[in-house]
């Protein structure tokens, strides 16, 4: 097996070169070799520059090992070598029993984006390498997900106002591990990365032996690419469907007929948006939405003796007359006699990912 190179200067200009006019770049760097090597070759990029962007490193301590607090000086340590501002950021209160790597990253997250607006920054960057982004695939064809979901992460996304960006998503973890070794930079091991109790632990084994036949991390990254690219295309021709339908006090209105001549994707995706638009529960959960979709489907095709109407994310869905109306579904109410009841905002289930 060839040995792999260190990412070089030249090419760490390639990979941050989008964000030298940024003011300010927040790293999420928690002290693994991603992470770390993520903030040593920002720095060495850093210096190339004539004017230098604000580097803040942010360490987030969830508080779920022993070792963590440790882990995180030694991050502030090597940070003020490299010359870099850095905080650590406590994940505090109480810690759920169940789902932890989700709700771990969920307040991982908030609180990167709670740091870089204290900062002024406008981008957060994470190392998420090749080898993340395969392990992201698969994990998302094992639940069911349809083209978006096994697009996998994007170099550029959202979170909560801020850009979030991925620059290491093309690059294998063991390059960047091979740059920290030439650099003599240490790094700090998550014994979390091996333990069977987690999805992603339980993946890497299958990934060796996919790669045995071809299926390597490089092949389910250019998988991902080209569903994203696919992906783009439909959202704009779904763009331009819907353009043209009626939307007014929260509701909207297309001819059934028009509805049920779109290709099943486009109908699919139109449907889930206006069902988000117009409910109160956000976006609804793919195989739900296939559901309505299917059960719909023949009332917009031909006139039906007796209105269609379905509700699905507190949103309600109507055809009859030769319309289809999507509108925010009439409050709920409670079998005994009493006042109204609606969901509030913790009670709303968060919508699966499975796009």
Not at 211 to 218: C, F, H, I, N, S
Not at 305 to 317: H, N
Request: hydrophobic share 45%; proline share 5%.
């Amino acid at each position: 097996m060839t040995k792999a190179a260190p990412v070089s200067a030249t090419e760490a200009k390639s990979l941050f070169g989008d964000l030298a006019s940024s003011p300010g770049l927040l790293l999420a760097v928690s002290g693994g070799p991603d992470s770390t090597a993520l903030m040593w070759l920002a720095a060495r990029w850093r210096k190339s520059l004539k004017i230098k962007p604000r580097l803040i490193a942010v360490t987030v301590d969830h508080g779920l090992r022993k070792k963590s607090k440790h882990e995180a000086k030694t991050v502030r340590k090597q940070a003020r070598k490299l010359g870099i501002e850095h905080r650590i950021l406590n994940w505090t209160g109480m810690k759920p029993k169940t789902a932890i790597q989700e709700n771990a990253r969920r307040a991982r997250y908030r609180l990167l984006a709670e740091a870089a607006k204290a900062a002024g920054a406008a981008h957060v960057l994470t190392a998420h390498t090749l080898d993340d982004q395969a392990e992201t695939v698969l994990m998302r064809m094992a639940r069911g997900s349809g083209m978006a979901g096994l697009a996998g992460m994007a170099r550029r996304s959202r979170l909560d106002g801020l850009i979030l960006v991925r620059p290491f998503l093309d690059l294998p973890k063991a390059r960047l591990i091979a740059t920290l070794d030439k650099a003599k930079v240490s790094f700090a091991d998550d014994p979390s990365n091996a333990d069977p109790r987690f999805t992603r632990a339980r993946l890497r084994p299958l990934m060796r032996k996919l790669a045995e036949e071809g299926l390597d991390a490089r092949r389910l990254s250019l998988l991902a690419r080209r569903l994203r690219r696919a992906d783009a295309a439909i959202e704009a021709e779904v763009d331009r469907v819907m353009a043209g339908w009626a939307v007014a006090d929260g509701r909207i209105a297309v001819p059934a007929a028009e509805f049920a001549a779109l290709p099943g994707e486009i109908a699919l995706r139109a449907l889930g948006r206006s069902i988000a638009r117009c409910g109160d529960e956000g976006p609804a959960e793919l195989g739900k939405l296939e559901s309505l979709l299917a059960a719909a489907w023949p009332a917009a095709q031909k006139p039906q003796k007796t209105p269609f109407r379905r509700t699905l994310a507190g949103a309600l869905l109507t055809i009859a007359g030769g319309q289809m109306l999507v509108e925010q579904a009439p409050a709920r109410r409670s079998q005994a006699k009493g006042p109204t009841l609606t969901k509030g905002r913790e009670g709303r289930a968060e919508a699966a990912k499975t796009r």
